[in-house]
């Protein structure tokens, strides 16, 4: 929503999948073609693709989404939704239509390379510097196996991402690679906790679970084979036994297939994209926001401690999810905060602790993705001046009227 005033264009209607290509992978879409929409389109008439999808409910858009850097459930093995964009048709502020990348010089929507790439004039400038009326995304293989396994350790993140996780992101052999630090009470209703108690009460013998937070983190793994998924498995399984051994920690490794009821019920939460009413209102009053960022994986940990300190400090039940990007180069740091929609004071605390979190996120070399208004003036404070200097310079040479979304970003 433009905050300087101005007026909002509802693209909901523009919800047309204009093509698939099945050969090259991709599909072109409007921008009113939702997650729910482009799931339906795969499963039906191109099965053996996939898309990558959020934990965002079924009816948010994937060109949105993917213009914000936005990240699904394989944004591990291949990054963030803006890098799985292959071609754009945008309506510039001057009202230009142009398209970008090789659909520019080919029907086909390859790509961006071996053009200069322009695709950067639009992704994450919110708005700010054009309209998106047709996007290609990059659609994956789907082989036919693909099966989920849960690490879970009532230790803190610190078991995983002391040394495992740099391990695991270079066995590369994940699809999906991500969870998070999840309260008991919070987590009822997503996952079947209560089920899952019994077992790991067990073996951990923690007799107070209910009050008590645990690191879960969801691996998919996906084969061609019986044979391939086993041995994938096995390299995995080696991996956190050694761990167990070597740093003395407690991480439990198991396949959703292994537990029958509890496993389908696990596999369902991890199908996207899906409602989870529960997530939405998690407190009375019903409201959830979130600081997400994309951090260096190797202080995500540190950020991570400091996060969960500053939501303690401010009453919260501590919430952050994990997720490594394109094979580890960078990491997911999401503190998700449930909150009263109603209650003033509440909001009012949520954001000052909301600000000293994006302070964390800068402080560890990482950047909040989606940037909201109240944090891009902070965020952009600590960038290169002469980056900054560019900025405007582009988006006054494609915004010469300053009519596209003002307020937004830096603007
Ligand atoms: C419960 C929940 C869970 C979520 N989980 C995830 C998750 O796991 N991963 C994830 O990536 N996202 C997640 N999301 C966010 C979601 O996927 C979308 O990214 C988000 O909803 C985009 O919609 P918006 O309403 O924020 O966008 P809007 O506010 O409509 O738009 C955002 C910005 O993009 C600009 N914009 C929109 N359309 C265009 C266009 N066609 N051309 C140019 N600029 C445009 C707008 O001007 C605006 O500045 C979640 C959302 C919810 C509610």
């Known amino acids: 929503i433009p905050t300087k005033g101005g007026i909002l264009i509802d693209l909901k209607r523009m919800d047309q999948i204009i093509e698939g290509d099945e050969s090259n992978m991709y599909a072109i879409i409007e921008p009113g073609v939702t997650f729910g929409l482009l799931k339906k389109l795969l499963d039906d008439e191109y099965p053996q693709l996939r898309y990558s999808y959020p934990m965002a409910p079924p009816f948010t858009s994937v060109v949105c989404n993917a213009l914000l850097s936005g990240l699904g459930n394989l944004s591990y093995r291949y990054g963030s939704m803006s890098d799985m964009v292959s071609g754009l048709e945008v309506v510039l502020p001057t009202g230009e239509i142009t398209k970008i990348g090789m659909c520019a010089v080919s029907p086909y929507w390859l790509g ?25 995304v990059n659609l994956w293989p789907k082989p036919p196996i693909i099966k989920n396994a849960i690490i879970l350790t009532m230790g803190g993140p610190e078991d995983i991402y002391t040394s495992l996780i740099f391990k695991l992101v270079h066995l590369q052999v994940c699809d999906e690679l991500a969870g998070g630090l999840f309260h008991y009470s919070m987590s009822r209703g997503m996952l079947p906790v209560d089920d899952i108690k019994g077992m790991i009460t067990a073996i951990v013998k923690v007799d107070d679970m209910e009050n008590r937070s645990f690191f879960l983190t969801q691996l998919t793994v996906s084969a061609n084979s019986d044979k391939e998924f086993k ?51 998690l407190r009375e009053g019903g409201g959830l926001t979130w600081v997400g960022s994309y951090v260096p994986l190797n202080r995500w940990l540190e950020g991570c401690q400091r996060g969960l300190k500053v939501m303690e400090k401010y009453g919260w039940v501590p919430g952050v999810l994990h997720r490594p990007m394109k094979t580890g180069h960078y990491s997911v740091m999401r503190f998700f905060i449930p909150l009263n929609k109603s209650d003033p004071e509440e909001l009012k605390k949520a954001r000052k602790m909301c600000e000293e979190i994006v302070d964390i996120v800068l402080d560890i070399g990482g950047f909040p993705y989606k940037v909201p208004s109240w944090a891009a003036k902070k965020a952009f404070e600590r960038a290169d001046p002469n980056f900054v200097g560019l900025m405007k310079k582009i988006k006054t040479l494609l915004d010469p009227n300053g009519i596209m979304n003002p307020g937004r970003l830096i603007f």
């Open 231 to 281: 041995q994938k498995f096995k390299l995995i399984n080696k991996l956190v036994n050694e761990t167990n051994k070597n740093e003395g920690r407690q991480l439990f490794l198991f396949k959703t297939e292994d537990l029958a009821d509890i496993g389908k019920k696990i596999d369902n939460f991890m199908e996207l994209p899906s409602q989870i009413p529960s997530l939405y209102d």
């Open 112 to 136: 961006r390379h071996p053009l200069p790439d322009l695709m950067g004039l639009f992704i994450n400038w919110q708005g700010t510097t054009g309209i998106v009326t047709k996007m290609a």
